[in-house]
């Protein structure tokens, strides 16, 4: 069987989903980066492509003539207008899957721009970050082109569950899991920061196993603590997305603006460069250095 | 073995444990209220009084000499003016508990003041909302007097767990506990109004029981929400001194703030009155509710 993968955007999910199908075999992948000739940007677009054995092509209508199953993984305030551009070029024969993370409103609208020209929609939430998966990511597809579009990459290893549900159901099941677990994340962060001042943190995360039995909090906190001193940009970027999704459901996201507010705090410590992308080995680093900086500012 | 117990302060959570202890067979239990001759609120006051089987004595100098063991719950603003109040009359025999939810730093004030009237400090974080369990509800004890105080109580079924640490350990632990905990059902509260609107609930919490194996989500969410539509108010002013250990240990209080927030909107919903103490039996008549709520003032 013979599939011809194309993707509109070539960034760290994009390169990495498709580093991952070439290792398993796959051959004749595509990419169309908008920003492929932009200096600076363009070159790394170029080395990435080279990486993954993928062929950079100049236009959509080049993409969409050459791949029949398209992938799009560009950034969430991009992912409507890249549809647009695609649009017109695609066929019946084409499947378009957007991977972003957008709100189920926008996932809907992508929808109708797809279907108005002919070609098959499917929604994707892609649920976990790509890096350390690449093509095996676990990704929750919904449409009625969702099946199809799952047996054509499954035998690749890709890690589908498919649901046939109202469109945008995927990705409101992806935004309202990640008020929960990227707010865990800064509940950790900022109730940390203040028992550690006291020292009363070992007790804290004593009466938590307690009440939440099953769950190591001190264990927890190393590594939320830890991705959120590396992933901090990323996250606060993510869940404006997810504000976007609850007030498209009339939710004022009180949480989820503290949530992203958090993120960037983190980030403005400058936890990124502190530490790398290996990440502080404990939540007591994080302490440490945020008082150190708090500190030096005096 | 006797005892003599007064209590500074009697709301619901003086009252509760008084009447706890009555049962186990105290007597001779005193309690002093500023407010027990204010119009309305004294009338309140006497009928607790006289339900928990406990004298109301009408000065502090008569609580003093009635009572060794003196315990203050008054609301967490006036816990400070309390011991104000109370320590003139304060001996070397007297031992004087805070109960309240106060900041450490707040605790470490009031232990300055009743260490200078020449009495013991017992600082006392109850880690569980007083009602159902009365005399039995969990307490962290902190500071040298903490065993003598546990020796003379426990005898009548009070629950403590002793520790000797710096003073305001007790109030940390139980404040940044309370970030967590009242910020999960914070984060139920606000994803669930979403994902219900998008018909996603069922599979964000079958997403969340594969990251957090040992936790059952759907039910929690109906137990926390539940818990939010009745004791939101409640909810919301500890938050506030919450906030205020936050800010002491110079962490800005974003996510804490915002539970706030979060507390404060369900109460604004009328939810108390909707469902009366019992509470809704599933987070699902809350979004119905709320949703209902929004529609009619359109």
């Not at 908008?34 to 677009?45: D, M, Q, S, W, Y």
């Not at 649920?127 to 676990?138: D, E, G, N």
């Not at 997810?242 to 989820?256: S, Y």
Request: glycine residues 8%.
């Amino acid at each position: 069987m013979s599939v011809s993968i194309g993707f509109v955007g070539f960034g760290e999910a994009g390169s990495h989903i498709a580093q991952g199908l070439t290792g398993q075999g796959v051959s004749g992948i595509t990419a169309y980066d908008l920003h492929a000739n932009t200096p600076g940007r363009g070159e790394k677009i170029r080395e990435r492509a080279a990486w993954a054995g993928v062929e950079l092509v100049a236009a959509p209508s080049e993409l969409a003539q050459r791949a029949q199953v398209i992938l799009s993984v560009v950034t969430a305030n991009a992912a409507e207008e890249a549809a647009a551009q695609n649009a017109p070029f695609l066929t019946p024969d084409h499947l378009y899957a957007d991977l972003n993370s957008v709100s189920p409103g926008t996932k809907q609208r992508i929808q109708g721009i797809i279907e108005s020209a002919g070609a098959s929609f499917v929604e994707v939430a892609v649920m976990a970050p790509v890096p350390p998966y690449l093509h095996q990511v676990p990704m929750l597809l919904n449409g009625t082109s969702a099946p199809r579009f799952s047996e054509q990459l499954s035998p690749f290893g890709m890690k589908f569950q498919v649901i046939d549900d109202q469109p945008g159901v995927a990705a409101a099941t992806k935004m309202c899991r990640s008020v929960i677990v990227k707010g865990i994340e800064s509940l950790v962060m900022e109730s940390m920061l203040a028992s550690t001042y006291y020292g009363a943190d070992e007790r804290v995360w004593a009466s938590l196993n307690e009440t939440f039995p099953g769950m190591d909090w001190k264990k927890l906190a190393d590594y939320v603590v830890g991705r959120v001193a590396v992933h901090g940009e990323r996250r606060a970027r993510e869940m404006e997305e997810v504000a976007a999704t609850l007030e498209e459901a009339h939710v004022d996201p009180e949480m989820t603006r503290a949530i992203v507010r958090r993120m960037d705090w983190s980030v403005e410590q400058g936890m990124r460069a502190q530490w790398g992308i290996e990440g502080p080995k404990s939540y007591a680093e994080v302490a440490d250095f945020v008082r150190e900086q708090m500190i030096a500012k005096r």
